[in-house]
């Protein structure tokens, strides 16, 4: 198994411009999630996704979108790039076991600079 | 906000026990404690989770306090590989709020 992959790991961005972070798990998850990383501090949950067709908002939401129209597959979109979401950002996955869902695996980040 | 409080740093001598504390005083009944550890800028890797009961898995071991509302992660024996950000986590995977954590160096 890949695990949990992200594309592209490095990107740099342009203000108002726009962009789709992609995220993929081959572990059949049912459980998906966006996080960021600003310097010096600990990640916060963007939107998150339960299943396929499925999604939620987090902590911080304002300025992304996603989908989850496969189990594989959970995209994150920046509609108008600004330099305040300059940040590392993690998608996670978990599976569900009975009502729960347990450990969680990260992918490996995707560096992301708005100028 | 988290809902947990760490100390921001902590040494240990390798080939010591390392006792990493946490503190969750508004810990609600069904809110599990996660400990998940960040090696330099790569993703947060699972340590170790637990409800009531202490926890004890191959990387570490979890003691949750009666009342629950702190817990300690100890590393039997740390090593130079440790060395990480540790983040302790209270909550569900619907709501995983990360604070700074408690950045951990191991050394020789």
């Known amino acids: ?18 962009m789709t972070l992609q995220c993929a798990q081959d572990m059949n ?48 979109r920046l509609l108008s790039a600004a330099p305040s979401q300059t ?5 996670a996955s978990s599976p569900r076991l009975g009502s729960s869902y347990n450990e969680q695996f990260f992918g490996p980040g995707t560096r992301l600079t708005v100028l | 906000d988290a809902k947990t409080t760490q100390p921001p740093s902590m040494d240990c001598a390798e080939g010591r026990a390392a006792n990493l504390p946490c503190n969750h005083s508004t810990i609600s009944g069904n809110e599990y404690v996660y400990w998940y550890r960040q090696i330099h800028s790569q993703g947060p890797q699972y340590i170790i989770h637990g409800l009531k009961n202490n926890e004890t898995n191959e990387m570490a071991s979890l003691i949750i306090t009666e009342d ?8 039997p024996h740390a090593t ?3 060395t990480a950000v540790y983040y302790c986590i209270v909550g569900n995977n619907n709501d995983m709020r990360f604070g700074a954590g408690t950045r951990l160096t191991v050394k020789p």
């Open chain 1, 1 to 18: 198994n890949a695990g949990v992959t992200q594309t592209p790991k490095f990107q740099v961005l342009k203000t108002g411009q726009s």
């Open chain 1, 29 to 76: 998850h049912e459980y998906m999630s966006w996080y960021r990383q600003d310097p010096g501090m600990g990640l916060r949950l963007i939107h998150y996704s339960v299943g396929a067709g499925i999604t939620d908002q987090g902590e911080v939401p304002n300025g992304y979108n996603v989908s989850r129209s496969t189990t594989e597959d959970f995209p994150l």
């Open chain 1, 87 to 91: 940040s590392v950002y993690f998608c």
């Open chain 2, 68 to 75: 629950r509302k702190s817990s300690t992660l100890i590393l």
């Open chain 2, 80 to 82: 130079l590989r440790d």
